[in-house]
């Protein structure tokens, strides 16, 4: 984690940490990732966005369909393989620390065929860092899917915590199967609230979220791999809503074809902040990946 001045720490939370960092394949550059173009397929999932509540679909998507996408319940182990934090405010550059390697994630089991992946991904003197992703199993023209439904992100430092907590209009989905290369999901907006020492409105556009391909990926600590979907989004920011400058954001996802766990996801994100009379330039950049096959008896704080 980044030592960097308290206000300055607070100030930019809510922008670093709000997207799907919502965590890569060798030294492929996400910052031009592909979005899909004029000859993309775009996917259709059936379901008004603007007038369905992720509560809504996540109750009736295992009815409709059987929840097709449910990793073991559990603590598992992600390398960070690139973690950085680039800050600069008011023209003074501010250093910084990558982020431990490795760190932990948990998957809990939720009510109507839901589960949370939670990464624990600072835990240290100087500050703490976590991030959850509530996925939800649902269904697409009768095809089994996996939804976004909710984020929640915690950031604390120096005893001052920044809590965010985001919804998605439904469908979000994330993860379906028999797709073309380059077909893109449509996606609705996700909206909500950050409180602590900003006291911020939420909300994340998406700009397109697309299928790349199937491919196998190595677990980092033994000679083993997993079938995953790789899905690129890219998504816009918005601090204290839709008329504020927007926050670039580009995401790559790879998830267990089997199970629909987070295999690897890897994050780019931009912003400016404004801070007293001044600004902060931050870029926030994360690769983190599986380690092992393995899974360690579920804890809530590894």
């Not at 973690?83 to 009510?111: G, M």
């Not at 697409?140 to 439904?149: E, F, G, H, I, Y």
């Not at 209009?169 to 900003?198: F, K, M, N, R, W």
């Amino acid at each position: 984690m980044s030592r960097l001045p308290l206000r300055a720490a607070i100030a930019v939370a809510a922008t670093c940490c709000a997207l799907a960092f919502a965590a890569a394949c060798g030294s492929k550059d996400y910052g031009e990732t592909t979005a899909g173009g004029p000859d993309a397929a775009e996917v259709d999932t059936g379901t008004d966005s603007g007038t369905t509540t992720p509560d809504a679909v996540a109750d009736a998507g295992p009815s409709a369909c059987p929840g097709r996408f449910l990793p073991a319940e559990g603590t598992y182990s992600y390398g960070a393989f690139y973690a950085k934090d680039d800050l600069k405010i008011n023209d003074a550059s501010v250093t910084t620390q990558a982020i431990k390697s490795p760190f932990f994630a948990t998957i809990k089991h939720e009510a109507a065929g839901c589960w949370t992946l939670k990464a624990f991904v600072a835990d240290g003197n100087d500050g703490k860092h976590t991030h959850s992703w509530k996925f939800c199993n649902a269904c697409a023209n009768d095809a089994s899917t996996l939804d976004l439904a909710s984020e929640d992100d915690v950031f604390a430092i120096n005893g001052v915590t920044q809590t965010s907590h985001y919804d998605c209009t439904q469908p979000q989905t994330y993860v379906l199967e028999g797709l073309t290369p380059d077909a893109s999901i449509s996606h609705g907006s996700c909206i909500g609230q950050s409180t602590g020492t900003q006291q911020q409105t939420i909300e994340v556009d998406s700009v397109g979220y697309v299928y790349v391909e199937d491919v196998a990926f190595p677990y980092l600590s033994e000679d083993a791999s997993v079938q995953t979907h790789h899905f690129d989004s890219k998504s816009q920011l918005f601090l204290g809503g839709s008329g504020s400058e927007p926050t670039p954001s580009t995401t790559g996802w790879w998830f267990d074809v089997t199970t629909g766990m987070p295999m690897q996801i890897v994050l780019l994100e931009k912003t400016q902040t404004k801070i007293g009379d001044g600004s902060v330039d931050y870029t926030f950049s994360l690769v983190m990946a599986r380690e092992t096959s393995g899974v360690a008896p579920y804890v809530e704080n590894p």
